[in-house]
């Protein structure tokens, strides 16, 4: 994997990681024979490798539901309503050669629901920080989620900071700079995506994807070496949350408002 997975200064490669992946991918999509090799599979039959709980966090009305209804179904709702309680959705994608499957969580982020925090970020090896680029408290809020994420996921968690409605930018009420700052400072890769035209939906995700891969790899390496005590956590790699205790289920109470 590259190098900004490591070291305190790698903030501004982990940037720049996203902007080089995003040219690797739309180049890729171009040489793609339009039978889901490659980049993508999304053939459930075949054998799946790794199954990887990503979660998706960040203020109320930020669009998490449709960044993630467009990764997973490349939809759009345009009368969507806030999500009640939890729901999750998933998408198999191919990273170098291996069959993932991706599934990814999606809470509303009011305070009323904090309660399932902790059941939430269990077994969560990424997640996707999200802010509207047209608010500024969504942004101001980001450090707070941040704190949360860190203080409930494992140390090693992938974090994808995303200004999402880019579509939007004559209403934008926060600099790119700003986010890239923050980005930089916290070790955090970021993007800004628009889930209503689809832009950098895709390369954010399996930008986020392939360094868990690769944050995986390596751990599952150190621990066949004997350098890594968290076995539990390395067992997560192929964790399948729909196998979950049944309290965890519960605690999230797995609705959905929006159809789409």
């Known amino acids: 994997m590259n190098a900004e997975m490591n070291g305190a200064g790698g903030g501004d490669l982990r940037i720049n990681s996203v ?9 890729q999509q171009q040489q793609d024979d339009g039978q889901g090799q490659g980049m993508f599979s999304t053939g459930e039959e ?14 109320s009305a930020v669009g998490k539901s449709q960044i993630l209804s467009r990764f997973t179904k490349n939809e759009f709702c345009f009368d ?16 170098n050669s291996k069959l993932i499957k991706a599934q990814i969580w999606d809470t509303a982020g009011q305070e009323r629901y904090r309660a399932v925090t902790s059941a939430y970020y269990r077994g969560a090896l990424g997640a996707m920080l999200v802010y509207d680029i047209t608010k500024r408290q969504t942004f101001d809020h980001v450090a707070r989620w941040v704190e949360e994420l860190r203080a409930h996921a494992d140390s090693s968690i992938v974090i994808m900071l995303i200004g999402n409605k880019s579509d939007l930018g004559d209403q934008r009420a926060v600099p790119t700079e700003d986010a890239v700052e923050f980005a930089e400072n916290q070790g955090l890769f970021f993007s800004e995506t628009s889930a209503l035209s689809g832009d950098n939906v895709d390369t954010a995700f399996l930008k986020l994807l392939e360094e868990i891969y690769g944050v995986a790899s390596r751990k599952a390496l150190d621990s066949s070496n ?25 605690e999230m109470k797995k609705l959905s408002a929006c159809s789409c």
């Open 46 to 59: 075949e054998k799946i490798d790794y199954v990887y709980k990503v979660v998706v966090i960040g203020d």
């Open 80 to 95: 969507s309503k806030s999500t009640i309680g939890v729901e999750f959705q998933t998408r198999t994608v191919s990273i």
């Open 19 to 27: 902007l080089e992946y995003s040219k690797k991918y739309h180049h």
């Open 226 to 250: 004997g350098k890594v005590n968290g076995g539990d956590m390395l067992n997560g790699l192929k964790i399948d949350v729909i196998g979950a205790p049944e309290l965890e289920i519960s």
